[in-house]
């Protein structure tokens, strides 16, 4: 049962703000978003050699890993993690207990399946021994979080590639601006597993090293994480961060990829920026998908110049978290949403020379960050793009 609309004056309802009521992460930078923000402070993380000889010849890439946990390939780490971010979002947002237990779940990742012990659900031995999966990864951390929660909300799952999380965030601040609930929670989970280094490795698409909009790029390095935000209908003008605006589409260019050209991504950015009464000009910075691949960075310098006459600041995230894939429109927003609040636009570890053809130069150092409009880039396999636009108030 959905919640009654929301009223913010004793007449009829208005359309609510929405603002980010509570966070929790565990990434690469650390775990909890305290953590995770003093240590992105300090500069570049570095990725870990994960070494795999269950898939015929031994391969090693690097991964961005949440430190101090168990090993990479050991069952059920994926509880622990979920479990830990998703309840430091919700003890930061002041809820209840019976609005935690109605919450909304909105669930982002890219992943199938997480590991069959993940969940402590018996699984029928004769479809695990031939390595079927009877339960999806939404379904699984659905599990997880309810069961955490003492949950029987409503639940949505989002898999749409690498912008899964971020749509989940804005499926869910669209349902609270039209009163349909008043508190949702959005959780973005990647971790690491051995169809997806494959898959990457295969399609030869993994580097050494990140190094976003860089004349050396060669490509993307994965990371794991998990992120969950906690939003809540306010007014307006409450202090935080608030989801101000968004949008998605589709571009069928390449299933691996959008147009170079950036010519459907700016119209998606032109036409959410109208929609919002935004100006581009309006725009104090931009966190960039950033992903370090040669077209990739290509298309998204292209959109940035068609939409901007002269570019704001540009970060990009994934040289702290790695490609967290499906979760990180969650997890690299719990970054941004933890580094505005400080006053700090983030710092770009990995470039070091500008590229003439893209004519885009990140953030060498963080700078200082004023309250006002930023805008939120994640692209992904597919095609699909999605667009986010938020405020910092203080």
């Given at each position: 049962?959905?919640?009654?609309?929301?009223?913010?004056?004793?007449?009829?309802?208005?359309?609510?703000?929405?603002?980010?009521?509570?966070?929790?992460?565990?990434?690469?930078?650390?775990?909890?978003?305290?953590?995770s923000?003093?240590?992105?402070?300090?500069?570049?993380?570095a990725?870990?050699?994960?070494?795999?000889?269950?898939?015929?010849?031994?391969?090693?890439?690097?991964?961005?890993a949440?430190p101090?946990?168990?090993?990479?390939?050991?069952?059920?780490?994926?509880?622990?993690?979920?479990?830990g971010?998703?309840?430091?979002?919700?003890?930061?947002?002041?809820?209840?207990?019976?609005?935690i237990?109605?919450?909304?779940?909105?669930?982002?990742?890219?992943?199938?399946?997480?590991?069959?012990?993940?969940t402590r659900?018996?699984?029928d031995?004769?479809?695990?021994a031939?390595?079927?999966?009877?339960?999806?990864?939404?379904?699984?951390?659905?599990?997880?979080?309810?069961?955490?929660?003492?949950?029987?909300g409503?639940?949505?799952?989002?898999?749409?590639?690498?912008?899964?999380?971020?749509?989940?965030?804005?499926?869910?601040?669209?349902?609270?601006?039209?009163?349909?609930?008043?508190?949702?929670?959005?959780?973005?989970?990647?971790?690491?597993?051995l169809?997806?280094?494959a898959?990457?490795?295969?399609?030869?698409?993994?580097?050494?090293?990140?190094?976003?909009?860089?004349?050396?790029?060669?490509?993307?390095?994965?990371?794991?994480?998990?992120?969950?935000?906690?939003?809540?209908?306010?007014?307006?003008?409450?202090?935080?961060?608030?989801?101000?605006?968004?949008?998605t589409?589709?571009?069928?260019?390449?299933?691996?990829?959008?147009n170079?050209?950036?010519?459907?991504?700016?119209?998606?950015?032109?036409?959410?920026?109208?929609?919002?009464?935004?100006?581009?000009?309006?725009?104090?910075?931009?966190?960039?998908?950033?992903?370090?691949s040669?077209?990739?960075?290509?298309?998204?310098a292209?959109?940035?110049?068609?939409?901007?006459?002269?570019p704001?600041?540009?970060?990009?995230l994934?040289?702290?978290?790695?490609?967290?894939?499906?979760?990180?429109?969650?997890?690299?927003?719990?970054?941004?949403?933890?580094?505005?609040r400080?006053?700090?636009?983030?710092?770009t570890?990995?470039f070091?020379?500008v590229?003439p053809?893209l004519?885009i130069?990140p953030?060498?150092?963080?700078?200082?960050?004023?309250?006002?409009?930023?805008?939120?880039?994640?692209?992904?396999?597919?095609?699909?793009?999605?667009?986010?636009?938020?405020?910092?108030?203080?």
């Open positions: 049962m959905r919640d009654a609309p929301v009223k913010w004056s004793s007449g009829s309802p208005v359309k609510p703000g929405v603002i980010v009521r509570g966070m929790g992460l565990s990434c690469a930078l650390g775990i909890g978003v305290e953590a923000f003093r240590r992105l402070q300090q500069g570049a993380v990725p870990i050699p994960w070494t795999i000889s269950t898939l015929g010849d031994t391969f090693t890439a690097p991964v961005y949440v101090g946990t168990p090993p990479l390939d050991m069952p059920g780490r994926a509880v622990a993690l979920i479990e971010a998703v309840r430091e979002a919700v003890d930061s947002s002041g809820l209840t207990q019976s609005e237990a109605a919450l909304p779940l909105f669930i982002g990742t890219s992943a199938f399946s997480l590991d069959r012990d993940a659900v018996n699984i031995e004769s479809t695990a031939i390595g079927v999966q009877p339960v999806i990864a939404h379904q699984q951390i659905t599990l997880i979080v309810q069961r955490l929660l003492g949950n029987s409503q639940s949505f799952a989002f898999q749409t590639a690498c912008t899964s999380s971020a749509n989940a965030v804005l499926s869910a601040a669209r349902m609270i601006e039209l009163g349909w609930y008043q508190h949702a929670l959005v959780v973005g989970v990647e971790l690491a597993n169809a997806t280094i898959g990457f490795s295969s399609l030869q698409l993994i580097a050494a090293e990140l190094k976003p909009f860089d004349r050396n790029r060669q490509g993307i390095v994965l990371g794991e994480g998990v992120g969950a935000v906690l939003l809540s209908a306010a007014p307006r003008n409450h202090v935080g961060m608030h989801i101000r605006a968004g949008g589409n589709i571009d069928t260019y390449r299933v691996t990829m959008s170079p050209d950036g010519v459907t991504i700016a119209e998606l950015q032109r036409h959410v920026l109208q929609r919002s009464g935004i100006d581009a000009s309006e725009i104090l910075g931009i966190k960039a998908h950033g992903t370090g040669p077209m990739n960075d290509s298309g998204e292209a959109v940035i110049h068609r939409v901007f006459s002269t704001p600041p540009v970060c990009a994934k040289s702290y978290l790695g490609h967290t894939l499906g979760a990180c429109g969650v997890n690299e927003l719990v970054v941004m949403a933890a580094a505005l400080a006053g700090v636009f983030p710092a570890p990995g070091d020379e590229d053809e004519n130069e953030t060498r150092e963080s700078l200082v960050a004023s309250d006002g409009l930023y805008l939120l880039n994640y692209f992904g396999f597919g095609g699909h793009n999605t667009v986010m636009i938020v405020e910092q108030r203080s």
